[in-house]
């Protein structure tokens, strides 16, 4: 079979890579043709490069727009083309003659909001294909013209997938379309093995784990909520792990005495499975995620999580059983759910123990197994 992998991720690597790359690798494993589709970053991934390697045709696209020149060729040819017949900037996808086209895509409405190009591609394309929809925006409104892109994209795709069942009903509340097509996919984890709780009678470490970007993950928050009064007193260190755009100003928050020696910057750890051992807490204040993987993580390695309800934490978070759910997003409803987890330490070891056993026994950790069965 001849499959071709799509994605929209603005990033040379992040978490909406993992399920279609580890898709694509056992495709490959299994005799499969496969073209991946990238932008053109300076220097591509390890495991955009490993694809390559193994014998996946790459295909690279401008960021994010081509030269104006291929641009006023487009619009011209355009003019000209009848209906099924534009020229797109994915054109080179369909010269591979795909069986069935997988688009993940990072922002969620891609398609939808190109309609001069994305949305062409897809009305012109005479195969299967399917959508891995990564991400949402809470409280946005879509206009009529966009519901109805969004709903023409449903009727027309194979598997219409989404990263948490808050996710998908999100996406039906704000498009109006029933998404009769629509299911949930879990994400890869890496094999955490099963280590014991730090020893809570010393200092007790959380950590944050995810980009640092604060409209997103919320790190600000848990900053602001360690500087008050009631944690002075506390034996605790934060450790904060990733990178993203607000990292100075994320260190800046912590140059006061108060939280000068208390928190610590690591950027990215590959030692995933070290950096969970090492800790008794995973906070993840999100203010907007449709899983977190870090969730997920922080369960198989029986860490328990404070969490915000937004993405699948809602439904993997047993309140006071694995970890403490906080009852909104504000920075009160976290600090709340902070204090009752400080004042439930005991609990802890059980609650994280609970928590892997939830991830082992309802959680698919074959999931690119699952996606190539859908694709194939």
């Not at 690798?25 to 694809?51: K, M, N, T």
């Not at 990292?247 to 070290?274: A, C, K, P, Y």
């Not at 047993?318 to 609990?347: C, H, N, P, Y």
Request: with cysteine; glycine share 6%.
């Amino acid at each position: 079979m001849r499959i071709a992998f799509i994605t929209t991720c603005g990033f040379p690597w992040g978490g909406c890579e993992q399920l279609w790359t580890r898709t694509a690798a056992l495709a490959l494993s299994e005799g499969h043709e496969v073209l991946i589709s990238v932008f053109d970053w300076p220097e591509q991934h390890p495991v955009i490069r490993s694809l390559e390697a193994a014998g996946a045709r790459l295909l690279l696209r401008r960021r994010f727009y081509p030269p104006a020149a291929i641009r006023l060729r487009k619009r011209i040819m355009n003019v000209l083309m009848p209906a099924g017949r534009k020229v797109t900037y994915h054109d080179e996808v369909l010269a591979f003659r795909p069986d069935h086209v997988l688009l993940s895509l990072a922002g969620g409405d891609e398609i939808a909001s190109d309609p001069g190009d994305l949305m062409v591609f897809i009305r012109q394309l005479q195969v299967p294909f399917t959508i891995i929809h990564h991400s949402m925006t809470i409280g946005h409104v879509y206009p009529q013209i966009t519901r109805d892109l969004f709903a023409e994209i449903f009727s027309k795709a194979r598997h219409s997938l989404f990263t948490s069942r808050f996710q998908l009903d999100l996406y039906r509340q704000q498009t109006g379309d029933p998404i009769r097509n629509g299911r949930v996919v879990a994400h890869p984890l890496p094999n955490i093995p099963y280590t014991p709780l730090p020893d809570i009678d010393e200092t007790i470490r959380f950590a944050i784990i995810g980009s640092l970007v604060t409209r997103w993950k919320g790190q600000d928050m848990v900053l602001s909520i360690l500087s008050r009064e009631a944690w002075a007193g506390r034996d605790w260190h934060l450790d904060i792990y990733g990178t993203g755009e607000d990292e100075s100003r994320l260190q800046s928050l912590t140059e006061s005495s108060v939280m000068r020696d208390r928190v610590s910057f690591h950027g990215h750890n590959s030692d995933i499975g070290r950096v969970y051992a090492e800790h008794h807490l995973i906070l993840i204040p999100s203010r907007q995620d449709t899983g977190p993987i870090v969730l997920f993580e922080a369960m198989l390695a029986a860490r328990p999580v404070v969490g915000t309800p937004m993405g699948a934490m809602a439904e993997f978070i047993s309140d006071s059983m694995t970890g403490v759910l906080a009852s909104g997003l504000s920075e009160t409803d976290f600090e709340e759910a902070m204090e009752r987890a400080w004042q439930s330490i005991s609990e802890w070891p059980a609650w994280g123990r609970a928590a892997r056993a939830r991830i082992l026994n309802t959680y698919d950790l074959d999931p690119d197994r699952t996606l190539l069965d859908l694709i194939l």
